[in-house]
């Protein structure tokens, strides 16, 4: 039997996205620890220009998508998600992507305000527990310091957009990526291909010019295409997952 998944697609979480409210959501809790289940049909998530360190110790960094934004493989075959077991625990000591631990929290943007507002997923376990180590959103109408936290992660996170942006243009610009794809066979016999996606072509990259290398290196650019690079190993801790 033989798969193929395209890599440039990720299902969406939030199902009930929205906007925080002191009065709709005087009740909310957040549950640190209700797990990541909800990421079980993710085969690869986006990220960040902050993130590439520690995500290519663990995870195949590729580039999808109609922009060719970095993404982080979690799996090999459609809606799979090897780095979650099979009661909802992220594997040990496995880098969870930025993508997915903001959740249940995100900014959405206010067309009408030109603003982003923070948005809550209503449909979260991770608001619905009743564990007694749950944190209120809300005290008295105010908002707690667990909003004031994940207001600034998302802060970062939307910085670190930009900053990514910044460094798929000028890949793009120096015709760095090509088409790549991965095909595998498990040991259970199946043969399972990874598809549309993009990766640096390290043959042009290793080909800059000294001076676009010093200015890459100055903003960061050169360190994360190492580290790109670098990730093509995990691959094969994919395929041991798989089974």
């Known amino acids: 039997?033989?798969?193929?998944?395209?890599?440039?697609?990720?299902?969406?979480?939030?199902?009930?996205?929205r906007a925080l409210d002191p009065q709709r959501h005087a009740h909310l809790k957040l549950d640190r620890n209700a797990g990541y289940a909800f990421s079980r049909g993710q085969t690869a998530v986006p990220l960040v220009a902050t993130e590439f360190a520690m995500a290519a110790r663990d995870l195949p960094i590729v580039f999808a998508g109609e922009q060719h934004m970095p993404m982080a493989v979690l799996g090999l075959r459609t809606a799979e998600n090897l780095m979650v077991d099979a009661?909802?625990?992220?594997?040990?000591?496995?880098?969870?992507?930025?993508?997915?631990?903001r959740y249940p929290f995100i900014l959405q943007e206010d067309p009408?305000?030109?603003?982003?507002?923070?948005?809550?997923?209503?449909?979260?376990?991770h608001l619905r527990s009743t564990a007694t180590d749950?944190?209120?959103?809300?005290?008295?109408?105010?908002?707690?310091?667990?909003?004031s936290e994940m207001l600034q992660f998302l802060g970062e996170l939307q910085a670190g957009l930009t900053m990514t942006r910044e460094y798929v243009a000028a890949l793009q610009a120096e015709?760095?990526?090509?088409?790549?794809?991965?095909a595998?066979?498990?040991?259970?016999?199946?043969?399972?291909?990874?598809?549309?996606?993009?990766?640096?072509?390290e043959t042009r990259f290793d080909q800059l010019p000294d001076a676009t290398v010093t200015a890459w290196a100055r903003k960061g650019w050169l360190a994360m295409t190492y580290f790109h690079l670098?990730?093509?190993?995990?691959?094969?801790?994919?395929?041991?997952?798989?089974?």
């Open 230 to 243: 670098q990730s093509r190993l995990n691959w094969g801790h994919l395929v041991a997952l798989a089974g």
């Open 184 to 201: 595998v066979e498990l040991q259970s016999g199946e043969r399972v291909t990874l598809d549309g996606f993009h990766v640096v072509d």
């Open 112 to 125: 009408a305000s030109e603003r982003y507002a923070l948005c809550v997923d209503e449909s979260a376990d």
């Open 87 to 101: 009661d909802g625990r992220w594997l040990p000591s496995r880098y969870i992507p930025a993508h997915l631990r």
């Open 1 to 17: 039997m033989t798969t193929s998944t395209p890599a440039g697609t990720y299902a969406p979480m939030f199902e009930q996205a």
């Open 175 to 182: 015709n760095l990526m090509i088409p790549r794809q991965v």
């Open 134 to 147: 749950a944190e209120a959103l809300f005290e008295g109408g105010q908002p707690t310091a667990v909003v």
